[in-house]
């Protein structure tokens, strides 16, 4: 079975960083993409960021770019996404998802569209 499991979530002052990690399992396909998405208090879940296994990357939410760097070891097969400069609006739970009929990290990646899903990770940012 593929399992997707997000750590690294926990409270931090405005300011301050957390590294998430996303450890896969069970993923037989040879390609596959990753993404993390956000979702706020009574908000609905939007995406953050992606990976492909080559490494290539795309961002979204104007408000994340640049604090938030999403990176991958193909070694452990894990995901992270290093968050800096964190604001209590980045407050929420954190998803790991992942593409693997057609791992590709685009502007259709969306909710809707992912193959497999973690728990999520909360991360709780003090003002």
């Known amino acids: 079975d593929v399992q997707l499991q997000a750590s690294g979530g926990g409270l931090v002052q405005t300011g301050g960083s957390l590294r998430l990690s996303c450890d896969t399992s069970?993923?037989?396909?040879?390609?596959?993409?990753i993404a993390w998405f956000h979702q706020a208090p009574e908000k609905d879940r939007e995406r953050v960021a992606c990976?492909?296994?080559?490494?290539?990357?795309?961002y979204w939410g104007d408000s994340m770019k640049g604090r938030f760097t999403i990176y991958g070891n193909n070694a452990n097969n894990t995901v992270y996404l290093q968050m800096n400069s964190l604001k209590p609006e980045d407050t929420g739970v954190y998803y790991c998802?992942?593409?693997?009929?057609?791992?590709?990290?685009?502007?259709?990646?969306?909710?809707?569209?992912?193959?497999?899903w973690g728990k999520g990770t909360q991360v709780t940012v003090s003002s």
């Open positions: 998802a992942a593409l693997v009929y057609l791992p590709v990290c685009s502007q259709y990646t969306g909710v809707y569209g992912m193959d497999y």
């Open positions: 069970g993923i037989t396909f040879n390609d596959y993409a």
């Open positions: 990976i492909m296994r080559g490494g290539d990357t795309a």
